[in-house]
């Protein structure tokens, strides 16, 4: 609930979170209590309320890349414990030609999907194609190598059984293009079994799309068995996995929501990881002998932004003042303490070019002196979507009170990640608050989003966060290219510097911190390490004992 203070302080902050947790805390009294969660089988606490599709040409969400990065191989993967290194997965060899536009692949002989059928560069090729021709929101990471439903056929081609060749547009910076294969879009699903699931609409195939929304069709170390939306997540270990069988048989994903729900169930032995847990409830189990913590600097930044299709907020003073309206060391000292880092630009840290750099801080005087000059020196009345989970909850509450210390009268509208994600998507919102986790450890997955635009229209094709938030950047967009071409490692991270440096001053979003990803679980616990991105903490290396 908001705070009835017109101040907002630390321990004003603080008070409010112990509200809402406290409340969380009360409904754990109707849970049943269970024995201790099978040796072979890992049950995992967590809020999955974002999940919309299974289907990794259409998955985007944050818990729909941990399924897609436990289920699903694709060429290359990322080494966890160093991100600039790239990893073996389905292709042993790799390599680009001198012209910097083909590149070219050698796959690991022997594979089989779960289903037993037998993979081949066929299926590669198909799964790739198929990402761009269904076109949903993340075959961008594909079609940014100009790449389209017209072209894709000619330039993604199986050589030979085990071989393949993907033809970019433009040389583009090799390691962009290596890390962009590391995506969930481009996992590779099982062409067969995919193909035999096809509807048909007036004569037209849906390459499977319809039936893998809810099913799996992969070869890595673990099979998605079931979802229940907002109930539950079940995997299982694949026994035709090519490389090392996955530790537990199972892993059992608990939709839950509240913190407070999450430590109950963690420390009755219930659930076996938590995964959402307030910084309050994290220090009260650090008293507890049996279970441990695990902490990873995560490649997610939260923030929230300003739809430029509202008159007022599409005025310059108007984005500027929202940005000098956040207690950042407030939020920092309470709300995301342990669980994040105040971060005031878009590149996470620990990517190529990332800047440290944090101007704002709260200045009531100086909004108010820049909403005066928009022509708004009483305030306006604007409301914003939120995701009804923690941090988000908290720090929407604690920007509400400091809006409305300079006039400005914010109205919450909650909702779960499904609905204000579709909102978010068709530009109908006032203001979004959420969160954006790197896509493939490379600058431009967070460049190619929030300083590029393309193409601004209702009906374009491309539809990063800029155009979410209606923020036509032509010049911007044209920097943001030419970083995605520079093949000199120094100098490209100069030009990421310059574009954040621009986007702090100019843009409708406000950048609030940098995600550090901790995770609580059982001391009989042991191989859980978080990654820096959705798809890379990998439950099937997990072991109980």
Same mark, same amino acid.
């Given at each position: 609930?908001?705070?009835?203070?017109?101040?907002?302080?630390?321990?004003?902050?603080?008070?409010?979170?112990?509200?809402?947790?406290?409340?969380?805390? /009360?409904?754990?009294?109707?849970?049943?209590?269970?024995?201790?969660?099978?040796?072979?089988?890992?049950?995992?606490?967590?809020?999955?309320?974002?999940?919309?599709?299974?289907?990794?040409?259409?998955?985007?969400?944050?818990?729909?890349?941990?399924?897609?990065?436990?289920?699903?191989?694709?060429?290359?993967?990322?080494?966890?414990?160093?991100?600039?290194?790239?990893?073996?997965?389905?292709?042993?060899?790799?390599?680009?030609?001198?012209?910097?536009?083909?590149?070219?692949?050698?796959?690991?002989?022997?594979?089989?999907?779960?289903?037993?059928?037998?993979?081949?560069?066929?299926?590669?090729?198909?799964?790739?194609?198929?990402?761009?021709?269904?076109?949903?929101?993340?075959? /961008?990471?594909?079609?940014?190598?100009?790449?389209?439903?017209?072209?894709?056929?000619?330039?993604?081609?199986?050589?030979?059984?085990?071989?393949?060749?993907?033809?970019?547009?433009?040389?583009?910076?090799?390691?962009?293009?290596?890390?962009?294969?590391?995506?969930?879009?481009?996992?590779?699903?099982?062409?067969?079994?995919?193909?035999?699931?096809?509807?048909?609409?007036?004569?037209?195939?849906?390459?499977?799309?319809?039936?893998?929304?809810?099913?799996?069709?992969?070869?890595?170390?673990?099979?998605?068995?079931?979802?229940?939306?907002?109930?539950?997540?079940?995997?299982?270990?694949?026994?035709?996995?090519?490389?090392?069988?996955?530790?537990?048989?199972?892993?059992?994903?608990?939709?839950?929501?509240?913190?407070?729900?999450?430590?109950?169930?963690?420390?009755?032995?219930?659930?076996?990881?938590?995964?959402?847990?307030?910084?309050?409830?994290?220090?009260?189990?650090?008293?507890?002998?049996?279970?441990?913590?695990?902490?990873?600097?995560?490649?997610?930044?939260?923030?929230?932004?300003?739809?430029?299709?509202?008159?007022?907020?599409?005025?310059?003073?108007?984005?500027?003042?929202?940005?000098?309206?956040?207690?950042?060391?407030?939020?920092?000292?309470?709300?995301?303490?342990?669980?994040?880092?105040?971060?005031?630009?878009?590149?996470?840290?620990?990517?190529?070019?990332?800047?440290?750099?944090?101007?704002?801080?709260?200045?009531?005087?100086?909004?108010?002196?820049?909403?005066?000059?928009?022509?708004?020196?009483?305030?306006?009345?604007?409301?914003?979507?939120?995701?009804?989970?923690?941090?988000?909850?908290?720090?929407?509450?604690?920007?509400?009170?400091?809006?409305?210390?300079?006039?400005?009268?914010?109205?919450?509208?909650?909702?779960?990640?499904?609905?204000?994600?579709?909102?978010?998507?068709?530009?109908?919102?006032?203001?979004?608050?959420?969160?954006?986790?790197?896509?493939?450890?490379?600058?431009?997955?967070?460049?190619?989003? /929030?300083?590029?635009?393309?193409?601004?229209?209702?009906?374009?094709?491309?539809? #990063?966060?800029?155009?979410?938030?209606?923020?036509?950047? #032509?010049?911007?967009?044209?920097?943001?290219?030419?970083?995605?071409?520079?093949?000199?490692?120094?100098?490209?991270?100069?030009?990421?510097?310059?574009?954040?440096?621009?986007?702090?001053?100019?843009? #409708?979003?406000?950048?609030?911190?940098?995600?550090?990803?901790?995770?609580?679980?059982?001391?009989?616990?042991?191989?859980?390490?978080?990654?820096?991105?959705?798809?890379?903490?990998?439950?099937?290396?997990?072991?109980?004992?």
């Amino acid at each position: 609930m908001p705070l009835s203070a017109s101040k907002l302080t630390r321990r004003s902050l603080a008070r409010a979170a112990a509200a809402t947790w406290a409340a969380a805390a /009360f409904t754990t009294a109707t849970l049943p209590l269970h024995a201790a969660t099978p040796k072979d089988t890992l049950v995992v606490a967590m809020a999955f309320d974002d999940i919309i599709s299974l289907d990794p040409a259409e998955a985007f969400e944050i818990s729909a890349g941990e399924l897609m990065g436990n289920g699903y191989d694709r060429l290359l993967r990322y080494d966890v414990n160093d991100p600039s290194k790239l990893l073996p997965d389905l292709a042993t060899k790799w390599s680009v030609s001198a012209d910097g536009k083909t590149y070219s692949f050698e796959l690991r002989p022997g594979v089989r999907f779960a289903s037993g059928n037998a993979l081949s560069a066929e299926d590669v090729v198909f799964s790739l194609q198929r990402a761009v021709l269904l076109d949903k929101t993340p075959a /961008f990471i594909l079609t940014q190598f100009g790449l389209n439903k017209a072209s894709v056929a000619g330039r993604i081609k199986a050589t030979g059984p085990l071989t393949l060749t993907i033809e970019t547009d433009k040389a583009y910076a090799p390691t962009l293009v290596y890390n962009c294969l590391t995506a969930n879009v481009a996992s590779v699903v099982d062409k067969k079994l995919v193909m035999s699931k096809e509807a048909q609409k007036d004569g037209v195939g849906d390459l499977g799309a319809a039936w893998l929304k809810t099913n799996f069709a992969g070869s890595g170390p673990m099979k998605i068995r079931e979802w229940r939306a907002n109930e539950i997540v079940a995997l299982e270990r694949n026994d035709n996995y090519w490389g090392a069988k996955a530790k537990p048989a199972r892993v059992i994903y608990r939709h839950i929501k509240e913190s407070a729900t999450q430590r109950l169930l963690l420390e009755k032995g219930d659930a076996d990881i938590a995964r959402n847990l307030t910084p309050q409830d994290l220090e009260a189990l650090g008293a507890h002998k049996d279970i441990r913590t695990t902490a990873t600097p995560k490649g997610a930044v939260y923030y929230f932004s300003l739809n430029q299709k509202n008159p007022i907020l599409a005025k310059p003073e108007v984005r500027e003042a929202f940005k000098w309206l956040v207690d950042y060391d407030a939020i920092g000292n309470t709300l995301i303490k342990n669980i994040g880092v105040v971060h005031q630009n878009f590149l996470p840290i620990g990517l190529l070019g990332a800047a440290k750099d944090k101007p704002y801080k709260l200045d009531v005087a100086k909004a108010k002196a820049l909403l005066a000059k928009a022509g708004h020196p009483d305030g306006f009345k604007v409301t914003i979507d939120m995701r009804t989970v923690q941090p988000v909850q908290g720090i929407t509450e604690a920007i509400q009170q400091t809006l409305r210390r300079a006039g400005i009268e914010l109205e919450i509208l909650p909702g779960d990640g499904k609905q204000t994600l579709t909102k978010y998507r068709a530009r109908t919102h006032d203001i979004f608050i959420g969160q954006w986790g790197a896509d493939y450890w490379d600058p431009h997955t967070n460049a190619d989003t /929030f300083t590029r635009n393309p193409d601004n229209a209702d009906d374009a094709k491309s539809k #990063p966060l800029a155009w979410r938030n209606a923020w036509a950047i #032509p010049e911007l967009t044209k920097k943001s290219d030419a970083a995605a071409l520079e093949r000199d490692g120094a100098q490209r991270a100069r030009m990421y510097q310059e574009i954040q440096a621009e986007f702090r001053k100019s843009s #409708p979003f406000v950048m609030l911190y940098q995600q550090t990803d901790v995770a609580a679980y059982r001391g009989n616990v042991s191989g859980l390490k978080i990654g820096p991105t959705s798809d890379s903490t990998y439950l099937f290396a997990v072991s109980k004992r």
